[in-house]
């Protein structure tokens, strides 16, 4: 029996990825990291920034997404994001600006609660990354 | 001109092509989860609206060029009728335009009604981030409670020669789903519904908007390029009447002093 299943990712722009033989996806869901398998239950969850792993027989691709919203469904996993970006393509040059921008952001003190966890997580992935 | 717009037509069409089951998607998640929500009473206003009806705001989204046909007034025509029967209903209009040309039509008879113009004349093809913008916009107005409905108007691309001017109310969210459309599944949801609503929600707004703005660019490329089209093969026409006519009365001037010659020599 086959341990593939279909996903596609889409943003507003476009289709971003689309692939038929995944064997694992892992996304950063908003409460945790959640490893998604073929014949998973139905679901819709939404992410906060982190990073997308997705597995398949040709190995391991990387990609770090900001937000974005997730759907399980018969083995046809969607994943909408406004904001993706495959981690070989992400220059340091570009992390770095976009870790300055996020710092700033944190150091206000008018921001939400849930603002600010969303924004450090992102500082945090960001610089893991770099 | 027609070229031009046959070149950008391609481009704009494809990219509203690609926006489509972005939006889709994300209506179709949206659907589900307001299907699932336990608390239909405490749901988020923008999905539940604020209750009343009482003023309505109206999103006109329109190019910044003219020079399309019938493009911009198809919209705007559409967007009055709307607001007369609005104001003999006795509800109040708030209006948004977007884009320079929908303004330019609609101020002079609603000029007191409209509250906000926003143009994107710099950027060249509509990107996410301009709707985020709009959306913002309407959101905290919504949330200000400055009104209680709101529709986006714009034209929706269906071929080149054709573009349906849409009317689609965005708050509170219309969930009139045909029953055979409706899935079945159970959804398991994490973190729960109502947590998810309330962050999809804003974002469904912003790709509503983007939707719009991908269909009227590929609309306007579409409208202009038709228009364009004709006016050319009326130029040519015309070409062809004046040019017939110039060389009758050309021949006409050589005929009289033929006569003219003629005559003069016959006298002699």
Redesign the interface.
Known sequence: MSEEFKL?V??????FLSKEDVTEVVVP???GE?GILKDH??????LKPGMIKIYSKLGEEKYYVE?G?I?F?NNNL?I?T?SIFNIKDMEKSKIDEMLRVAEKETAKDNISDQAKYLIDQKIEVLRNIN | MKMVAAAKLKRAQD?AE??R???E??N??IL??SEGISDKENAPKLLSGTGKDQIHLCVVMTSDRGLCGGFNSNIIKKAKSYFSKLSSEGKELKIITVGSKGNDQLKRFFGDKIIENISFKNSKNA??FN?EKVSKIIIEKFQKEEFDICTIFFNQFKNVITQIPQAQQIIPLKTDIDDKEK?E???????DEDE?LT??LP?NIS?QI?KAMLENSASEQGARMSAMDNATRNAGEMVDKLTIEYNRSRQAAITKELIEIISGAESL
């Open positions: 596609e889409v943003n507003p722009e476009k289709s869901a908003f409460e959640m239950i139905s679901i819709i969850s939404f937000d919203i759907e469904k969607s909408l406004s | 990219s690609k926006g089951p972005y939006s998607k994300m179709n998640i589900n989860l990107n996410f709707a899935s599944d159970n959804y398991e949801f994490e973190p998810i962050n999809l974002k790709t983007f």
